[in-house]
C-alpha cells in the first residue's frame, strides 16, 4: 500500500503531455475569465515550487532529510505513524478524468498540505517561509476554487482546511512531518503545473506565433 504518491514514480506522468481538452469542457476551457484564471494560478504554482526548496533548508535542520533524497522512500511508515495523508491523483483532463474532477483533486490537495502544514508550523523554530507558503497556497486555492465553480452545474462551497491532528511527540517527528509535507507538496505542486499547463492556451498561441 502506497503511503505518500510521491514515493512511487507516477506511471500516470505521460498523460500530461499537451492534450486538447474534451468536447463538453472546450468551450469553458476557452473562455477568456478561464484562461487568466489558468494563467494567475499558473503563476502561483510556479511561485511556490520555487519556494520549497528555500522554504525546507530554513526550517529542516536535520541533516539525514534532503528534500529531493532516494531515502524519502523509506520514511513511509513513518508517514503512517504520524498521520500524513497522500496527495489526490492529478491527470490531465480527458473523457475519463474530466475538468471538474480534476480542479477538485487540485482543490483538495492545496487543502490538505495547507492542514498539513498549519499543524506542524507551530512547532518549527523557523516558520517565516512557511507562513508565506501558506500564503500563497491559499491564493492558489482561491483560483482553482473559481475554476471549480465555473466548471460545475452547481456551486459548491469549498470547506476551509480542517486542522489535522499529528502525531509529533518529539522534535524528530515535527522535523520527519515538516519534510515529508514539503516533498509531497514538491511532487503534487509539479502534477499541478502540468495539470494547468495543459489547460493553458496561451501556449499554443505563443507557438503558433
Avoid at 503563476?43 to 533548508?57: G, N, R, V
Avoid at 532516494?70 to 490531465?92: D, F, Q, W
Avoid at 507562513?131 to 470547506?159: F, H, Y
Amino acid at each position: 500500500m502506497h503511503i505518500l504518491i510521491v514515493f512511487a514514480i507516477p506511471c500516470y506522468m505521460a498523460t500530461f503531455a499537451r492534450s486538447a481538452p474534451v468536447p463538453e469542457s472546450s468551450a469553458l476551457v476557452g473562455g477568456t475569465q478561464f484562461q487568466e484564471l489558468v494563467q494567475r494560478s499558473r503563476s502561483l504554482i510556479e511561485k511556490i515550487l520555487l519556494a520549497i526548496p528555500d522554504t525546507h533548508k530554513s526550517c529542516i535542520h536535520t541533516e539525514t532529510l534532503q528534500l529531493n533524497s532516494p531515502e524519502n522512500s523509506k520514511l513511509a511508515t513513518m508517514a503512517l505513524t504520524i498521520g500524513i495523508r497522500s496527495a489526490p491523483v492529478l491527470r490531465a483532463v480527458s473523457k475519463n478524468f474530466t475538468l471538474e474532477t480534476g480542479l477538485k483533486h487540485m482543490s483538495e490537495g492545496l487543502q490538505l498540505h495547507r492542514a498539513l502544514l498549519s499543524s506542524v508550523s507551530p512547532r518549527l523554530e523557523n516558520k517565516d517561509k512557511v507562513t508565506d507558503l501558506l500564503a500563497d497556497i491559499k491564493d492558489l486555492g482561491i483560483q482553482v476554487n473559481k475554476m471549480l465553480k465555473m466548471a460545475q452545474e452547481e456551486a459548491v462551497v469549498q470547506p476551509s482546511p480542517t486542522p489535522m491532528a499529528l502525531h509529533l511527540p518529539g522534535d524528530y517527528e515535527v522535523q520527519v512531518a515538516a519534510h515529508l509535507t514539503l516533498v509531497q507538496l514538491q511532487s503534487f505542486g509539479q502534477d499541478t503545473a502540468r495539470c494547468l499547463r495543459s489547460l493553458d492556451q496561451s501556449i499554443d498561441d505563443e507557438t503558433e506565433s
